[in-house]
C-alpha cells in the first residue's frame, strides 16, 4: 500500500504540476462496465457534460464503457493506482473492502425504490459513502439501476424450481447465501462474460435489471425471465481520497458539485429506462416474463429472508435497523 502510495503521489504531482506549468487540462478517466443507454452510462455521460462546461480547458472527462478499460472487480486498484480517476461499480463488489455494503443485497429488504431513497440519504446512508476510506477510497453519491429479476433456461416460479441449477452471481456473499438457499449453484464471474456463459450452457441463469438484460442481449439466450423484483442494483460513484484531495479546491468542488447532480440525473430516469427495457424484451418473442402470484412470491421470501439474520452480525445491527426503518 505504501509503494502504491507513493506512486499515486508521484503521479498526481506530476499530472498537476504539468497542468499548473503548461496549462494543460487535468484529465479524469471514468470506468464502467455497463452500456451507454442505461442508468451508469447516462449518469457517466451527464458528469462529463457538467465537467466539460463548468470547467472547460481545465478538466477532460474521458468515459470508458463497457469495461473497454477494465473490468469493475478492478477498479479500485485502477484508483488507487490513478490508471482512473472515477468509476461507479455496483456496491456487491465493495464487500471485500467494507461488509457493510452488504445491506443491499439482502433479498426482499427494501419494500421501495423510495425506501433505498430515503435509507441513501439519511444518515446512516451517508456515513456509508465514507466506509471504503481505509482502500484510499471516497464515496461520493449513490445511484441507482434498478430492481434485480432471475432469468434462467427453465421456467422459475417456485424457489424449488431452481434448485440444482448454475447461476451467475456479482462477487458477493450475501448473493451467494441467496442461491444457495434454494438449493441452487451461485457461480462467480465477472459481467462482461455473462452472456457467453449462458450462450453456451455453460451456466442456466442470472438476475440482473431490466437494463442490463437488455442491453447486454441476455434475454436472448434466456427463454424464461422470472419477474422476482427481490433486491436493487445499486452504486457508488467513487474516487482515490488521495488523487481528490490533491486536486485545486475550485477543481474539486466543482468535480463533487457534478458527481452529485449526474447522480441525482441518473436516479431520475432509472426507473424509466429499465420500465422502458422491461417492454422491449417483453416485445421481442425471445423471451417469457414470468409474473409471481402473490403465494409464490411469498415463498421465495419465506425461502430467503433468513439470509438477513445470517448477515445480521457482520453487516451491523444499526444498519439492518436503518435499513428496516427507511420502509416506513
Ligand atoms: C453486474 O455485474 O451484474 C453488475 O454489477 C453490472 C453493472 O455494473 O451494472
Avoid at 445499486?234 to 475550485?250: A, C, N
Avoid at 421481442?284 to 448477515?311: C, G
Wanted: glycine share 4%; aromatic share 8%; hydrophobic share 45%.
Amino acid at each position: 500500500l505504501i509503494v502504491t502510495t507513493i506512486a499515486v503521489i508521484l503521479a498526481l504531482v506530476q499530472v498537476l504540476f504539468t497542468s499548473t506549468a503548461n496549462a494543460e487540462e487535468i484529465v479524469v478517466k471514468f470506468s464502467h462496465v455497463v452500456a451507454e443507454d442505461t442508468p451508469k452510462g447516462q449518469t457517466a455521460i451527464r458528469f462529463k457534460e457538467i465537467v466539460e462546461q463548468r470547467l472547460a480547458g481545465q478538466v477532460k472527462v474521458e468515459i470508458y464503457p463497457n469495461a473497454k478499460l477494465m473490468d469493475d472487480e478492478a477498479v479500485i486498484d485502477g484508483l488507487q493506482r490513478n490508471v482512473i480517476q472515477i468509476a461507479a461499480p455496483s456496491l456487491s463488489l465493495l464487500e471485500p473492502y467494507s461488509k457493510s455494503f452488504k445491506i443491499f443485497d439482502l433479498p426482499f429488504l427494501f419494500t421501495s425504490a423510495e425506501a433505498i431513497d430515503r435509507f441513501q440519504q439519511g444518515s446512516t446512508g451517508q456515513q456509508l459513502l465514507g466506509a471504503l476510506r481505509g482502500a484510499d477510497i471516497d464515496g461520493l453519491c449513490f445511484l441507482h439501476n434498478g430492481m434485480k429479476q432471475i432469468s434462467a433456461n427453465v421456467p422459475l416460479r417456485l424457489p424449488a424450481d431452481a434448485k440444482g441449477k448454475k447461476f451467475r452471481i456479482q462477487p458477493s456473499s450475501v448473493i451467494e447465501a441467496q442461491f444457495n438457499a434454494i438449493g441452487a449453484i451461485p457461480v462467480r464471474a465477472p459481467f462482461t462474460k455473462v452472456f457467453h456463459l449462458l450462450q453456451t450452457g455453460a451456466l442456466d441463469g442470472q438476475e440482473n435489471t431490466w437494463s442490463n438484460v437488455y442491453s447486454q442481449r441476455i434475454y436472448e439466450v434466456q427463454p424464461y425471465i422470472t419477474e422476482t423484483n427481490h433486491a436493487s442494483l445499486e452504486y457508488m460513484l467513487i474516487v482515490s481520497h488521495t488523487f481528490w484531495t490533491m486536486l485545486p479546491d475550485d477543481v474539486r468542488t466543482n468535480l463533487t458539485a457534478a458527481a452529485k447532480e449526474a447522480c441525482a440525473y441518473g436516479n431520475s430516469i432509472a426507473r424509466d429506462l429499465n420500465a422502458t427495457d422491461r417492454k422491449k424484451i417483453e416485445a421481442s418473442h425471445y423471451t417469457q416474463i414470468i409474473a409471481l402470484t402473490p403465494q409464490q412470491r411469498q415463498q421465495w421470501m419465506t425461502a430467503l429472508k433468513p439470509i438477513w439474520t445470517t448477515f445480521e452480525p457482520t453487516i451491523g445491527k444499526n444498519i439492518l435497523d436503518a435499513a428496516i426503518a427507511a420502509n416506513s
